[in-house]
């Protein structure tokens, strides 16, 4: 038994080392599915201008027109299946909703930066298909020049058997290059305080959920991504007033961020607190829910709802088209067993104090505090928590999401919270030193 104990600890401290080295291919995708691109995407890129899908359920074909040719690389990805194709940084300027429609073997399609230097077009395929050819046409007589890609039916083992290993979908070594702006490159000095980083002030990281390819919920011409992401830059201005805080965003602009990264950035800065920001919407099947909610992480949902919202979010990555089996079952249970106890009970002790506060600025649900297994909250030596900050399905919510007015006042509320969360806690490892 104790033999058994030693290498499991040991495996444990292994996997928590690897997870804390930089993750050198953290993706930034600019906008996408209509939305306005960023400052990026400018006419020094190539332009698509078109985009439109050919043919049937046994064979379709996809065209996507170019002010110039460029390089690509196609790839497919199973559960759920999906092609993925890599070309160069593109200026995508395509109709509003072009994709959210599909034809033939695919559903949909959508498509964005995927890192700098590099965007990416994901597919969501009806059933398992085969990339039959794939090419790119030179402009001529008159016509743009324009990438093809012709996928065939197939049954699941043919699928399986199409990529070669050496085809996963990272990016080509000659497309990409810097890490984001917002991720740090390096890991303080071990030498250094959990949540201090050389200037002695507590790490907060803010994380706007979603972003870039990943829309998140829409509704009434609102899309989460960008209500959360306006939530977070108020709350990080809020926090760099008072000069007590080293504030690091997972994203400050229109970009996708893995899973995983979010919260590497967390462990990598030894961060004091990590707050998820996000704005659900609930099937009309399941009526009409309102106010905010704070999820901590647990093994077990505290409800239905609060499964199912997990259940979504962890499902973030497969959105911009990253293999979701990056970690074996076993690997993320150990990694679950090694989430601290203190970390969870400052991370409970969080959310009951930020609930305190904003529930007399904002109105929150009827159960506000909750519990679930979401994996931005896995960071085993960060307190974590997960701020839904309304419905985007409730109209009343949604009024108040996009009010400037209602963001201050839920934004102090939060700053509130946050200070005097952390000054206990400092002032507590204080004391033990």
Known sequence: MASRTNQRVLLGCALLCAAALPYADSSRLSAAEGQPQPSVAVANYPIA????????GKQTRFILDLDQTVSFRATTLADPYRVVVDVPQVNFQ???????GGRGLVKAFRYGLVMPGGSRI???LTGPAKIANSYVLEATNGQPARLVLELEEVDRAAFLQSPAPENRPELRPTIA?????????????PAQKPGAPADGRPVVVIDPGHGGIDNGTQSSGESEKNLVLAFGLALRERLEKTGKYRVVMTRDDDTFIPLNDRTKIARNLKAALFVSIHADALPRAEGDAQGATIYTLSDKASDAEAQRLADAENRADAIAGFNLAEEPTDVA???????QRETRTFSNRFAHLLMGEMKSTVRMHKHPLKSAGFRVLKAPDVPSVLVEIGYVSNKGDLEHLVSEGW???AVASMGQAIDAFLAKRMATAGQGN
């Open 49 to 56: 201008s078109a985009a439109r899908l050919a043919g049937d």
């Open 94 to 100: 395509l109709a509003p909703g072009t994709g959210a």
């Open 122 to 124: 994901v597919f969501d």
């Open 177 to 189: 290059a810097a890490p984001p702006a917002t991720v740090p490159a390096a890991a303080p000095e």
């Open 333 to 339: 249970d150990i990694l679950i067993d090694l989430t």
């Open 407 to 409: 963001r201050s006042r």
